[in-house]
T-cell receptor, first 115, second 111 residues
Framework: DAGVIQSPRHEVTEMGQEVTLRCKPI?????LFWYRQTMMRGLELLIY????????DSGMPEDRFSAKMPNASFSTLKIQPSEPRDSAVYFC?????????????FGPGTRLLVL | EDQVTQSPEALRLQEGESSSLNCSYT??????LFWYRQDPGKGPEFLFT???AGEEKEKERLKATLTKKESFLHITAPKPEDSATYLC????????????FGQGTTLQVKP
């Protein structure tokens, strides 16, 4: 299996622009997670899906952030409009089952820089 | 509030010098405790899951242990390739899927 795939790997944009991050989870995994990692706050969960349905979006920082999962093999995280404080590494992770602490497998991340 | 604290923040060891990393947690019922390794520029890589106090797991030079309040990651005779940031995370009962991560311990092993 190729593992979790994320694109782009790097993104540089200007403040106010729309940014779309993409994720392909491991085939057969029912859960998909979006995390953000910064030096100040570490790794934080933004939102997660179960069978394409958003379950918990309490970590989404504000209305500028939105996430979708139109099918089992694809998810997007969108920031509109982007701000410099959104600069971070965004990770996608997937898991087969979480009834008893199933392992989450992380992608390589997208490094976002908002100028 | 569920919380995870890792110590030390950074650790420098000589090759072969064994040591331990600490992960203290406060959680309303532990479903699982996870250890990940993260190399620069990469995503976290899964190492271990521990479910109950007294449980231990080993992988090569690494051994993870769990008590009711903390977990230790013991590194025996480390090598330079063990240099990385080690992350601890907990999953609480009732928080299906949600992992709470500590800030990590950055380990550097010098030859």
């Amino acid at each position: 299996d190729a593992g979790v795939i994320q694109s782009p790997r790097h993104e540089v944009t200007e403040m106010g622009q729309e940014v779309t991050l993409r994720c392909k989870p491991i085939s057969g995994h029912d859960y998909l997670f979006w995390y953000r990692q910064t030096m100040m706050r570490g790794l934080e969960l933004l939102i997660y899906f179960n069978n394409n349905v958003p379950i918990d979006d309490s970590g989404m920082p504000e209305d500028r952030f939105s996430a979708k999962m139109p099918n089992a093999s694809f998810s997007t995280l969108k920031i509109q409009p982007s701000e410099p404080r959104d600069s971070a590494v965004y990770f996608c992770a997937s898991s087969p089952l979480v009834s008893r602490g199933e392992t989450q497998y992380f992608g390589p991340g997208t490094r976002l820089l908002v100028l | 509030e569920d919380q995870v604290t890792q110590s030390p923040e950074a650790l420098r060891l000589q090759e072969g010098e064994s040591s331990s990393l600490n992960c203290s947690y406060t959680v309303s019922g532990l479903r699982g405790l996870f250890w990940y390794r993260q190399d620069p520029g990469k995503g976290p890589e899964f190492l271990f899951t521990l479910y109950s106090a007294g449980e231990e797991k080993e992988k090569e030079r690494l051994k993870a242990t769990l008590t009711k309040k903390e977990s230790f990651l013991h590194i025996t005779a480390p090598k330079p390739e063990d240099s990385a940031t080690y992350l601890c995370a907990v999953q609480a009962r009732g928080n299906t899927g949600k992992l709470i991560f500590g800030q990590g311990t950055t380990l550097q092993v010098k030859p």
